[in-house]
C-alpha cells in the first residue's frame, strides 16, 4: 500500500531458567522510526507463566513488568521530543533504551523483526497475538520436565536391578564441567541425560537443544576422561513443534561427543542395551 510505512519490532521475554534457556513471551514493542512512533504491548496477567514455572514470584514479576512499562513510557515521550528522527535505529535499540541487556530474567529477542504497516496499531496487536497470546492462559497446558522424561527410565532400570550402578558424574574440562546425576562405568563413562521439549514454543525448543550443544563442546576437547552422552529426549506436546522438535534433535547430533539420542518410544530398547553392556562389563571382569 501506498501509505505503508517501514517498522521494526522487538519481543520482551521472561528466562525462568538461564540453565535450560526455556522462555515465555511477555509483550513487544514496535518502532515507526519515520514517524517517532512507540507503541508497546506487555502481558498483564500471569495465569501462563505460573502454570509453566510454579515457582514463578509474582511479585517479583509484576513489578519488574510495571517498571518496564514505565521504562518504555519515558522512551517514548524522549522520541516524541527529538526533532530529527533517526530511521537507522530499530525496535532492538529503542528498547535497550527503556531495559538494557544484562543476565536478568527479562530479556529482549534479537535480531529485530520488520515490516510495512499502514496501521500501527493493529500491526501491533497481530504481532501481540502471534507471539504473547498465541496460547491462552486457560489452555495452558501441563509441561513435561527433565524429571517426567527420566522417570520411565528409572521404573525399567528398577525392574532390572540396574538403578544402583548409577551415580552422580561430573565431566571436567579446562573451561567448562558438566554434572550428571545418572552415570556408570565401564572403562568409559556412560552418562545419561533426560531432555523435555515439551517447552512454550519453537524458539525455546531449538534454544535448549543448543545449550546442550555448547555445553558438551565446551569439555568435549579439553577433557582426560572418555566418556559417552545418551540424550533421552521428550517431545513436545503440540503437534505443530514438532518440526522444532526434530531440528532440536539434529542439534544435539552436531555435538562432538556424538551422543546417542532415545526418544520415549525407545526406552527399551535403552535399557536393554545398557543390561547388555553390564552383562559383557562383568564377564570381562
Not at 523483526?113 to 495452558?140: E, H, I, N
Not at 521428550?234 to 544435539?252: C, H, K, N, T
Amino acid at each position: 500500500m501506498s501509505d505503508s510505512r517501514p517498522y521494526s519490532y522487538t519481543i520482551l521475554r521472561y528466562v525462568h531458567d538461564v540453565t535450560t534457556g526455556e522462555f515465555v513471551n511477555v509483550g513487544v514493542i514496535l518502532h515507526v522510526p519515520s514517524s517517532g512512533l512507540l507503541e508497546a504491548r506487555l502481558r498483564s496477567s500471569i495465569g501462563r507463566l505460573r502454570s509453566l514455572f510454579p515457582d514463578l514470584d509474582r511479585k517479583a514479576f509484576t513489578r519488574a513488568m510495571h517498571a518496564i512499562g514505565r521504562s518504555i513510557d519515558e522512551v517514548r515521550g524522549e522520541l516524541q521530543g527529538e526533532a530529527l528522527f533517526n530511521t537507522r535505529t530499530d525496535a532492538a535499540a529503542i528498547a535497550a533504551r527503556a531495559l538494557p541487556r544484562d543476565d536478568s530474567s527479562l530479556q529482549w529477542s534479537s535480531p529485530a523483526g520488520t515490516g510495512l504497516t499502514s496501521d500501527p496499531s493493529k500491526t501491533l496487536d497481530r504481532l501481540y497475538d502471534r507471539f504473547v497470546s498465541r496460547y491462552d492462559d486457560r489452555r495452558s497446558p501441563h509441561r513435561r520436565t527433565d524429571d517426567d522424561v527420566w522417570r520411565p527410565v528409572r521404573q525399567k532400570l528398577e525392574e532390572r536391578d540396574l538403578l544402583s550402578l548409577m551415580q552422580e558424574k561430573t565431566i571436567r574440562g579446562r573451561i567448562d564441567e558438566i554434572a550428571f546425576r545418572h552415570a556408570w562405568q565401564n572403562g568409559t563413562w556412560h552418562v545419561y541425560e533426560p531432555l523435555s521439549f515439551d517447552l512454550a514454543d519453537a524458539d525455546g525448543i531449538r534454544a535448549k537443544a543448543r545449550e546442550w550443544l555448547g555445553h558438551l563442546m565446551a569439555v568435549a576437547d579439553d577433557t582426560t576422561e572418555r566418556f559417552a552422552v545418551h540424550f533421552i529426549v521428550g517431545a513436545p506436546a503440540q503437534p505443530e513443534l514438532r518440526s522444532d522438535y526434530a531440528s532440536a534433535i539434529a542439534i544435539l547430533r552436531k555435538a562432538p561427543v556424538t551422543p546417542e539420542i532415545f526418544e520415549e518410544g525407545e526406552i527399551d530398547r535403552l535399557v536393554a542395551q545398557l543390561e547388555s553392556d553390564v552383562r559383557a562389563h562383568a564377564r570381562a571382569t
